[in-house]
């Protein structure tokens, strides 16, 4: 399922599991009893890359490249193993 809200809206009716990111569970008022299933086993990796014009001095632009540079440094979470592959899924929800 490609939408989030539609994922969460089957999640808050407690009948479904959904993989749904962090930030968007603690802002939505329905899914406030959701929690994370096993979260040291399964993780979401997002690359993400940033493209910035050369000798760039936006004040905004440099702290967005500093913070990411901060938080690539960080330590992932552990990786669950199934079958010889990596389930690299970050968030399972699950609302009581």
Known sequence: MDS???????????????????????????LRKCKAVLPEHFSLATHIELITRHG?????????????????REPSPPVA??????????QVSLCA
């Open 56 to 72: 760039t001095s936006a004040p905004l632009v440099l702290a967005l490249l500093d913070f990411v540079d901060q938080v690539e």
């Open 81 to 90: 193993q199934v079958a010889g592959d990596t389930c690299d899924l970050r």
């Open 4 to 30: 989030v809200e539609a994922m969460a809206t089957l999640v808050s009716s407690g009948c479904f599991l959904a993989m749904l990111p962090d930030h968007y569970v603690r802002s939505v008022w329905r």
